[in-house]
């Protein structure tokens, strides 16, 4: 008996398997309010912009865009300007932007694109580890919590030759469903299989299982009982039982003649004997309640149901447990974690995190168990399959782990051919193999530590994990990681350029010491604008003037920028290099800076607000002076404008 039958067995939420993936998943994205070039009165974001509007998209516009949202993790915007960056201009685009772009599209959920920039991306790196683990691990969307843990599976000796599944922990025991030696004398007519029990079976310090009996007369009755859920005193139990009440010779139906599920909670009395059970209030005889978990404070108690408000078949939902033992009003857990189909099986985790099965969601087959962190106030984090052996090719579910010890158990019809087989209860024994990651955040030009610095660490989705703040000599540390992990280090600091390094960790416990450069970024002056929106230099030919199309895009920039501040005038400076004689190039340079200025005021704005000045060479920004032998690269560089923003 698999668990869809045991689901129709106890009239579950829903008949049937679903084969489509149509569903939505919304990722929760940090936003950060820093300007790129970190000045209050300019937003360089705001600029480029604008440049793109008026139609002056270039390379270096489209990668500034970019970075702007990607290093303040609004990927979604990120991966707009990218891809731009990548359709547009192909043979401009470095390797890191494609990398860059695949990890924005991937957050995105957009995964055919992201594969295709990793593809990109492998062309113009070569065998790095980023290829191998990508080129490696392309069914990635298996690939989640535990991914990079290397465990075994293995069949407890309590299955027996009918359905056992829904594990739950009572008093260092387990508890668990069967349809073995029940108390019931009744066949159920659908499988020709006694109806299910609650049983108990001991744990040694390994976690095997051994010597189960049932539970309590009292829980346990002629129909079926299943999923449980214990308080961690043990002096509570809620649990799934058909619309039954103990002493009724049938049990209650819907509208439909359908024998609903539904949610009983049981005490033991003075003196540990557990009492009759009784049905919770938000209970229905036209819907289903079933399979509770409780949060890490027992304050509040999840389950699933196909009550009025589901998006699908069956939701998870919760609802508060007030300290008089009242209940709140169910609350769905939302469209973020419920689908169109079945969501069920919920189990909080004393590290908080949130274990479910689901059949909404790419997985690998049938039902797929998920995880998600829980947040205090209860709010839920991105959520990620648990990967392969966990799940299967066919139905896998009802997944508890207690984190500190890796050592859980699953259920699962995996022996069988889908639909047909019984459900057993699997240990599933994690292998304890942890990273440290290290660092030293440094100056790239001089080596020292750079203190202060703030580090973040994310995940492969490249959302952060963890944040902190370089010590005085430069170190941060990201303990207890996982292994076979793709992790990204950023740093930043006001003053310098963000940077990062990727890697994957290795397969055995280890420490990873990962050392970041930062490079210096002297603060613009207030007034210079070519400064502030880390303009190139605009280059010029040898002895001539005019405007060249590569610099008409550069210039765009400061065109937006004055468009966007009406208020603002400035000086174009023009420069030349070293050749020629000195009063030549004050006059070319003259024309040069006037050529500039006509050209913005062709494009719109006011002669009144623009002066020119020419400065020959007198202002050399290197060693290329008369006499100097330079390469024509060198010269270049000389040949420049720059724009400086007047005071009021």
């Known amino acids: 008996m698999d668990i869809r039958s045991t689901q129709k067995l106890l009239s579950l939420l829903v008949m049937f398997l679903s084969i489509g993936f149509g569903f939505s998943q919304t990722n929760e994205l940090t936003q950060a309010d820093k300007d790129f070039d970190r000045y209050a009165y300019i937003d360089a974001r ?76 492998i062309l113009l790196t070569g065998d790095n580890l980023i290829a191998k683990n990508y080129t490696n691990n392309k069914e990635y969307l298996s690939e989640i919590a535990f991914q990079s843990k290397k465990y075994e599976l293995v069949k407890t000796s309590i ?25 019931g004398e009744q066949t159920n007519l659908w499988t020709n299989q006694p109806y299910l029990d609650l049983f108990v079976a001991k744990r040694d310090s390994l976690g095997q299982l051994s010597e189960k009996e049932p539970l309590s007369d009292k829980i346990n009755t002629k129909y079926h009982e299943s999923s449980a859920v ?3 005193d043990g002096e509570v139990i809620y649990f799934t039982r058909n619309n039954y009440v103990q002493g009724n010779r049938k049990p209650g139906r819907d509208k439909q003649r359908t024998v609903r599920l539904k949610l009983y909670k049981s005490t033991k009395d003075s003196i540990g004997n557990w009492t009759d059970a009784i049905e919770l209030p938000f209970n229905s005889q036209e819907y289903s309640t079933a ?9 509040r108690l999840y389950f699933s149901s196909d009550m009025p408000g589901s998006y699908g078949m069956s939701d998870l939902w919760y ?48 039902y797929d168990i998920f995880s998600a962190p ?55 024994q994690f292998y304890n193999c942890q990273i440290d990651i290290t660092g030293t955040v440094v100056d790239s030009e001089s080596q020292t530590p750079i203190a202060g610095a703030t580090v973040k660490l994310l995940d492969e989705n490249n959302q952060q994990i963890s944040q902190q703040i370089a010590s005085d000599k430069g170190t941060f540390s990201f303990p ?82 004055m468009k966007l501040y009406p208020d603002w005038k400035i000086i174009i400076g023009s420069h030349t290099d070293a050749r020629g004689n000195d009063i030549y190039n004050e006059k070319l340079s003259g024309r040069r800076a006037d050529a500039t200025k006509n050209w913005l005021i062709q494009n719109g704005i006011d002669p009144s607000r623009l002066s020119s000045k020419g400065y020959g060479e007198y202002d050399l920004v290197n060693d290329c002076a008369d006499g100097v032998e330079c390469s024509e690269e060198q010269h270049q560089e000389n040949r420049r404008s720059t724009f400086i923003r007047l005071k009021k």
Request: proline fraction near 4%; charged fraction near 25%; hydrophobic fraction near 30%.
């Open 291 to 299: 399979h509770p978990a409780l949060s890490v404070d027992e304050k």
């Open 374 to 428: 829980i947040s205090d106030l209860g709010d839920i984090g991105a959520i990620v399959n648990v990967g392969s052996p966990a799940n299967s090719s066919q139905d896998d579910f009802n997944l508890i782990i207690e984190e500190d010890i890796n050592l859980g158990y699953v259920s699962s019809n995996r022996d069988g051919q889908q639909g047909s087989s019984d459900d057993d209860i699997y240990r599933i």
């Open 46 to 121: 705001e600029v480029y912009l604008k440049v793109v509007e008026d139609g002056y998209g270039s390379a270096e516009i489209y990668k500034k865009l970019g970075d702007t949202y990607y290093w303040n993790s609004e990927y979604d915007n990120a991966s707009k300007w990218y891809l731009h960056l990548v359709e547009i201009f192909p043979e401009q685009t470095t390797a890191e932007y494609y990398l860059r772009a695949a990890q924005s599209l991937k957050t995105q959920g957009d995964y055919i694109r992201s594969d295709q920039m990793m593809e990109q991306y």
């Open 480 to 561: 207890g990681r996982d292994c076979e992990t793709q992790y990204t280090v950023r740093a930043m600091k006001n003053e310098y350029d963000t940077n990062e390094e990727l890697f994957i960790t290795p397969s055995q416990t280890d420490t990873v010491n990962v050392i970041i450069p930062l490079t210096y970024d002297k603060p613009c002056p207030p007034d210079d604008l070519g400064c502030q929106l880390k303009l190139p230099i605009i280059y010029f030919d040898f002895d001539k003037s005019f405007i060249r199309e590569d610099a008409q895009k550069i210039i765009a920039q400061v065109l937006a920028a």
């Open 159 to 183: 299955n027996s030759a009918t359905s056992d599944f829904g594990s739950a922990y009572y008093n260092g025991n387990i508890v668990f469903a069967s349809a073995d030696q029940t108390v």
């Open 230 to 232: 214990f308080t961690r």
């Open 319 to 366: 609802v508060n447990i007030a300290e008089d033992g009242t209940y709140g009003v169910p609350i769905n857990l939302g469209a973020d974690v419920n689908t169109e189909t079945r969501e069920s099986f919920p189990f909080i985790s004393q590290n908080g995190n949130l274990y479910f099965s689901t059949d909404g969601r790419p997985g690998l087959g049938g």
